[in-house]
T-cell receptor, first 116, second 111 residues
Framework: NAGVTQTPKFRVLKTGQSMTLLCAQD?????MYWYRQDPGMGLRLIHY???????AKGEVPDGYNVSRLKKQNFLLGLESAAPSQTSVYFC???????????????FGPGTRLTVL | LAKTTQPISMDSYEGQEVNITCSHN???????ITWYQQFPSQGPRFIIQ???TKVTNEVASLFIPADRKSSTLSLPRVSLSDTAVYYC????????????FGDGTTLTVKP
């Protein structure tokens, strides 16, 4: 089992460029999440999904879009990148909903994005 | 939303027991408490989860008082490799988007 994988690991963009981050999990989890982590800060939830074909906004959704066309994949898009989106992006998945039993989130290795 | 409060940082020495307390005054009846560990340049990793009283696994113990308004993560005999950021997460069991990680506690273990 690969667990949660993220592509790419590093990326440098210019302001206004677009890109898509791919997250894949092989644990058949229903729940998937995208977080961003700025230096010295905790994780902030961008968007999440409670199942294939569903997405919802988290704490800091502005400037991002997501799609969950397949259960195992969760895509995060930046349509017009801004320097404020320079961060490390983590994807995670879980069997059950946070706050319930067996809600352990499995995290990917992260994508380090720099927007110039 | 059960907001959590943790100390920003803690120092310890190798071989000591470390206790990190998290306050969650607004925890809901059905919410579980989960702790994660994060090393630099890595994603967080699950440590332990509990609902009430005490839970123990091979790496840590979690103590939760009867009122559940706080919880304490206990790491026995820490080593240098336990230097990391520790997060307490109290999920909103009714809404997956309402669970938030705070800024965590940076634990530094010294030789």
């Amino acid at each position: 089992n690969a667990g949660v994988t993220q592509t790419p690991k590093f990326r440098v963009l210019k302001t206004g460029q677009s890109m898509t981050l791919l997250c894949a999990q092989d644990m058949n989890h229903e729940y998937m999440y995208w977080y961003r982590q700025d230096p010295g800060m905790g994780l902030r939830l961008i968007h999440y999904s409670v199942g294939e074909g569903t997405t919802a906004k988290g704490e800091v959704p502005d400037g991002y879009n997501v799609s969950r066309l397949k259960k195992q994949n969760f895509l995060l898009g930046l349509e017009s990148a801004a320097p404020s989106q320079t961060s490390v992006y983590f994807c995670a998945s879980s069997y059950s909903q946070p706050g319930l039993a067996f809600d352990e989130q499995f995290f990917g290795p992260g994508t380090r994005l720099t927007v110039l | 939303l059960a907001k959590t409060t943790q100390p920003i940082s803690m120092d310890s020495y190798e071989g000591q027991e470390v206790n990190i307390t998290c306050s969650h005054n607004n925890i809901a009846t059905n919410d579980y408490i989960t702790w994660y560990q994060q090393f630099p340049s890595q994603g967080p990793r699950f440590i332990i989860q509990g609902y009430k009283t005490k839970v123990t696994n091979e790496v840590a113990s979690l103590f939760i008082p009867a009122d559940r308004k706080s919880s304490t993560l206990s790491l026995p005999r820490v080593s240098l490799s336990d230097t990391a950021v520790y997060y307490c997460l109290v999920g909103d069991g009714t809404n997956a988007g309402k669970s938030t990680f705070g800024d965590g506690t940076t634990l530094t273990v010294k030789p």
